[in-house]
């Protein structure tokens, strides 16, 4: 089954959109938006093609023109929680952690990222941290402009330079 179409979690059932399998994805199986050999939870083949850029999120639907619709389910993962009991220290954490351009899931009182013995123990470092190693999902902050992080020499240079033009006009009004 090769599905081309994503739907994010709130726009499925808007669209009256009623999955009929699930597939569950890691999350870097999910922030890719073209693989194959991968099967749903009744060992359904499935490959996936969808437009660049897209983050697949955990509820949302994979669909085709044939109208067959796959609910994504994110899978468990190793993932190292930092939290804190003086905000300040979490948000010193967090800062340091986008300085390395890390991928970081920020929720009210903890941060999650991908295992790295190397991070963990410049958290440790910090001081006021706790770090813990968990098993959950993993829904990361995808960037200010929707997409991910690019220095201005790749493909996407230009639509992203667009993004944030048109982000800046929105805000600041035409110049």
């Given amino acids: 089954m090769l599905l081309t179409d994503y739907h994010p979690p709130s726009n499925g059932s808007e669209l009256g959109l009623v999955p009929t399998d699930c597939l569950l994805l890691r999350f870097d199986q999910r922030c890719r938006s073209r693989f194959t050999a991968v099967t749903t939870t009744q060992q359904r083949p499935v490959n996936v093609l969808l437009p660049r850029g897209i983050i697949i999120r955990h509820g949302g639907l994979l669909t085709n023109a044939a109208g067959e619709c796959i609910e994504v389910i994110a899978a468990d993962e190793s993932l190292l929680r930092v939290s804190a009991q003086d905000p300040h220290d979490l948000l010193r954490a967090a800062y340091h952690l986008g300085n390395r351009h890390v991928k970081l899931e920020v929720r009210p009182t903890y941060l999650q ?9 410049m958290l ?4 006021g941290l706790t770090v813990e190693t968990v098993e959950a999902i993993f ?3 995808v960037g200010a402009y929707g997409g991910g ?3 201005g020499h790749d493909e996407t240079f230009a639509e992203d ?3 944030a033009q048109a982000a800046y006009k929105h805000h600041h009004g035409a110049s």
């Avoid at 440790?124 to 001081?127: A, E, F, I, Q, V």
Wanted: glycine residues 4%; charged residues 25%.
């Fill in 149 to 151: 992080h690019h220095h």
């Fill in 113 to 121: 990222l991908e295992q790295d013995p190397v991070l963990q123990e």
């Fill in 161 to 163: 330079y667009a993004s």
């Fill in 139 to 141: 829904e990361p902050e």
């Fill in 124 to 127: 440790l470092r910090l001081g």
